[in-house]
């Protein structure tokens, strides 16, 4: 690693990434189109769109969930198709559908996933300790999943994304249908994640929290990056005084194709 912490191995990057899908109906529908990113350790890089924008499926290639049509993405320096086992091992991957087993406490999921991920004995509790009282998970960690509450769950479903201290975290809309008080924490926990030094890609539609966590943003919609920078580089390239505004006239939003 260099002196100033700048450490490739750790990055995000796609070249010209695509994702395209046959519908009996439609045809071919082209979900990413040619998508060129860079994300860095100790920054957030944001991907703001509207649903359907192409945000789910450019992180789920990038987490090798889907294979890309055509272009290449690496991820902590791992080709997410060539060296996709190394890829897993490298990212914690959170959005709103992470799935728990609901006949398992939150204790159990963790120790489950802590050995997929390979770990065991001192280390694995050591980061038992470390994720339960970090996110704060003392008082419902030994209940059933299904007997939790939403917000109860999501912080179970960050501390099984942390568990091994990943260098990449995926955050795909994190807070969607959460009560203020846990996204205010989940949006805290992703704050710490850069001050750490993680590389993080936060996928979002909703403004205030793009500008509160980005440190570079990615306008994606129709599987297009139609514009790239930091919050005030892109208002100013559209002459907008909002990020809001800014995403608007990005977007070639028009009042009248509103239904």
């Known amino acids: ?12 990057r796609t070249e010209a990434i695509g994702k395209e899908f046959i519908d009996a109906k439609r045809g071919v529908i082209r979900a990413v189109r040619d998508v060129t990113i860079h994300a860095e350790p100790g920054r957030i890089f944001g991907l703001l769109g509207v649903n359907g924008a192409g945000k789910t499926t450019l992180l789920r290639m990038l987490s090798t969930v ?17 060296q996709s086992e190394q890829v897993r091992a490298s990212i914690g991957f959170l ?4 799935a728990l087993y609901g006949r398992l406490s939150g204790r159990e999921v963790l120790q489950y996933f802590g050995g997929l991920y390979g770990l065991e004995g ?21 209940r059933l999943c299904d007997k939790l509450s939403t917000g109860q ?6 501390a099984r ?17 959460l009560d203020v008080v846990t996204a205010q ?4 926990f992703i704050e710490e994640c850069r001050e750490r030094e993680k590389t993080v890609v936060f996928s979002t539609h909703i403004m205030s929290e793009a500008e509160r966590l980005c440190d570079h943003i990615a306008v994606i919609h129709a599987g297009e990056i139609r514009g790239e920078g930091t919050v005030e580089s892109l208002m100013n390239q559209v002459g907008e005084t909002t ?14 194709e509103v239904v």
Do not use: C, W
């Open 66 to 82: 889907l294979q890309p049509t055509h272009g290449r993405a690496t991820v902590a320096g791992y080709d997410v198709v060539g």
């Open 122 to 142: 001192k280390v694995l509790q050591d980061r038992l300790d470390f994720v339960i009282e970090k996110l704060r998970l003392q008082e419902f960690v030994d």
């Open 95 to 98: 959005s709103t559908s992470t």
């Open 153 to 158: 769950k999501q912080r179970v479903s960050i």
């Open 161 to 177: 994304a942390i568990l091994h201290d990943p260098p990449v975290l995926f955050f795909d809309e994190p807070t969607a249908g």
């Open 243 to 256: 990020l809001e505004r800014a995403f608007l006239k990005l977007v070639d939003y028009r009042p009248e």
């Open 185 to 188: 924490t989940i949006m805290e």
């Open 1 to 12: 690693m260099a002196e100033n912490g700048y450490n490739p191995g750790r990055m995000v």
